[in-house]
């Protein structure tokens, strides 16, 4: 793979799509060194490395072209260091599958929490809670056909949808808190609340995990700019 202290990753801390990539360096023991980009003021360094979405996080590598996109990101860790902890399944199908539900969860899943964040009048947020349920429950059965009764998606390790939907934990459970809910219902997805558990105690995750006051101090923040992270 080369030297893996040449490996620098653009981010900013509370953001759930920065600790994924963390995480994923964590699991492979890839070496990095951070760099720390603010919404007030971003980087020439990030500006230059991401120029379409100006986001984080971005992924230098040596002298490669900046890879952005989390998903896209830990992809291509996956393929420099195929050996030690691989996320994605080796059959085609199950890389399939990974690829579907990180996609739903991206794109339909967490956006809800941003609405939720957004939404102000009582009757929006409980329309949004409904819909969260519901996306709840999709994720119950996902898990439960994914980990064969084991502790995560991947089974008995982490894998690519433990990855992608566990650096969120944290984050919804902040959200949760505002807005008097629980995603994670010990009752109505009991599976998943287990999960849950797990992999937010996983060291991997922990070590990257935002603190209470760096959700709220970011959470401030976002009512000015838009979220810096993709």
Request: hydrophobic share 40%.
């Amino acid at each position: 793979m080369g030297n893996e202290s040449e490996i620098r990753l653009l981010g900013t801390a509370a953001s759930p799509f920065v600790n994924r990539v963390q995480f994923a360096l964590n699991l492979k023991s890839i070496k990095y060194e951070y760099i720390e980009e603010y919404l007030a003021r971003k980087s020439e360094l990030l500006l230059t490395s991401n120029p379409v979405h100006k986001k984080v996080p971005v992924l230098l590598h040596a002298n490669k072209p900046p890879i952005c996109e989390s998903q896209i990101i830990i992809e291509y860790l996956d393929e420099i260091q195929p050996d030690l902890f691989q996320l994605l399944p080796s059959a085609s199908l199950d890389r399939a599958n990974c690829r579907f539900w990180a996609a739903y969860i991206d794109n339909k899943f967490f956006p809800l929490y941003e609405e939720l964040r957004r939404t102000t009048k009582k009757a929006g947020q409980e329309a949004i809670k409904e819909q969260m349920i519901e996306a709840t429950k999709l994720l119950e059965e996902a898990f439960v056909k994914s980990s064969n009764g084991k502790a995560y998606f991947g089974g008995d390790q982490v894998g690519y949808l433990d990855v992608v939907l566990g650096c969120f934990v944290r984050w919804i459970k902040h959200v949760d808190e505002l807005n008097d809910f629980n995603t994670f219902d010990e009752v109505r997805v009991p599976e998943l609340a287990k999960w849950a558990k797990n992999v937010s105690s996983h060291e991997a995750l922990k070590s990257v995990t935002p603190g209470v006051e760096t959700l709220v101090s970011f959470f401030g923040l976002l009512h000015i700019y838009k979220p810096p992270y993709q």
